[in-house]
């Protein structure tokens, strides 16, 4: 296994207690700090023996390939999306396509991570709170693994689909009054308590794993950087893991530019854009957030300080996009290209459109937008945004006359 520690993001010092999801010393955010010494010995090339996955990058990974706990996650395809371009106005973009790992989201990338770690410390209950996908991966992970589960899900504010996985796959379901916020706090005090292991992305090792989509995307663009990164931003662990797969490749000298990381936030879920509006290192968290994509219906993102870094660091941007702009965004992608996305991950094509008509975005940047969830998980958001079907009698002449042929 790749040599590492755990330190603290914020004062630096070494953190040595495995079950602690904050810095005893000063309470900031944890890392991994990997090695990379013996990286820099190997050439990109050299990982393109194992499959296109995650565990192509195990050398970046702080977990031991032998013992992985693993239900071949990532390895998803980036489409280079000709006709949404067009119509959007751009004129070279790839959608990488989230949706198609073994639950249907990116977080696969890190519960493999996550829980092939806690399955090395010899937890025996992992736990999550969740908008959805984390806790149907989490239910997945754990089942490959022969662990208890126990997912912290707001009441009434999980998409169908996500939460029949996560009772699927045999986790405990709590359905917590209140919103994500507050069942990620009761989560961590249960953490706290030592009553589970917690793979929120608070845990430093579960982010490792998500690197991957970053690592991915260059592989398959053969090592030439896009300009800009598009995604979706809620409780912002994705868009930090991201911007640390990014430093690292730097670190092992595999890049020498870095794509302007830009994070999109539903209107009415936006600490982090409204906090890069104001130039501010920090978020005032929201109390009652809302949108339609309900994955990202966050107020105070538990890894927020470290996305505003990312974005910082890279040049990127932050916006919002509206609950409308969000559905038309699904919808166009569906119709041009033929992939099917949840509301949050449209949020990342939804800014795209909405950055190229303000001149934020050029329209000869090489853009990727990352897409995070399939839409499956959430029919319901989808019919209720459709055409009806059309009742036709069993005849010929019927169809012919609702065809209009
Ligand atoms: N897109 C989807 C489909 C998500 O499920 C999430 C987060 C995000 C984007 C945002 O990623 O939190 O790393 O900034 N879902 C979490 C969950 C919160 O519980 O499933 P982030």
């Not at 990974?61 to 071949?72: C, G, H, L």
């Amino acid at each position: 296994m790749a040599e590492h520690r755990v330190v603290c993001w914020d004062c630096g010092s070494n953190v040595e207690d495995p079950y602690v999801n904050t810095c005893p010393k000063c309470g900031g955010l944890l890392s991994v700090k990997m090695d990379l010494e013996p990286v820099k010995e190997m050439r990109p090339q050299d990982l393109r023996k194992e499959p296109i996955g995650v565990w192509r990058y195990a050398p970046f990974m702080p977990a031991d390939p032998a013992q992985r706990v693993s239900i071949q996650e990532g390895g998803t395809p980036l489409y280079k999306t000709d006709r949404l371009a067009a119509d959007v106005g751009i004129a070279r973009l790839h959608v990488k396509f989230e949706g198609l790992n073994p639950t249907g989201s990116f977080k696969d990338r890190g519960m493999t991570i996550g829980v092939s770690h806690a399955k090395e410390l010899g937890a025996k209950i992992v736990g999550c709170a969740s908008t959805g996908n984390t806790s149907a991966s989490l239910a997945a992970y754990a089942a490959k693994a022969d662990m208890k589960c126990a997912v912290f899900l707001p009441s009434g504010k999980v998409a169908a689909g996500k939460l029949a996985q996560a009772l699927f796959y045999g986790a405990k379901v709590l359905s917590v009054d209140g919103n994500f916020d507050d069942a990620l706090n009761l989560a961590i005090k249960m953490a706290d308590e030592r009553k589970l292991y917690l793979l929120n992305s608070i845990n430093p090792y579960r982010p490792e794993g998500q690197k991957s989509v970053l690592f991915e995307i260059i592989d398959q663009l053969d090592y030439e950087v896009p300009d800009r990164i598009i995604l979706p931003v809620g409780n912002a662990g994705n868009i930090s893991a991201v911007h640390k797969a990014l430093q690292e490749l730097e670190e092992v000298g595999w890049i020498n530019k870095v794509p302007m990381l830009t994070g999109i936030q539903a209107e009415g879920a936006a600490p982090i854009a409204k906090a890069f509006r104001l130039e501010s290192k920090d978020f005032v968290p929201e109390e009652n957030p809302e949108t339609v994509a309900t994955a990202i219906r966050i107020g105070n993102p538990v890894s927020g300080r470290k996305a505003l870094r990312a974005i910082y660091d890279t040049g990127g941007f932050s916006a919002t996009v509206t609950d409308e702009e969000i559905i038309s965004a699904q919808r166009l992608l569906g119709k041009t290209e033929g992939v099917c996305v949840e509301p949050a991950s449209a949020a990342s094509v939804a800014g795209l459109k909405k950055l190229l008509s303000l001149g934020i975005i050029e329209r000869d940047e090489k853009v990727v937008c990352i897409c995070t969830g399939n839409g499956l998980k959430d029919p319901d958001t989808i019919i209720k945004n459709s055409s009806s079907p059309i009742p036709c009698r069993n005849s010929v002449e019927d169809a012919e006359r609702i065809l209009s042929l």
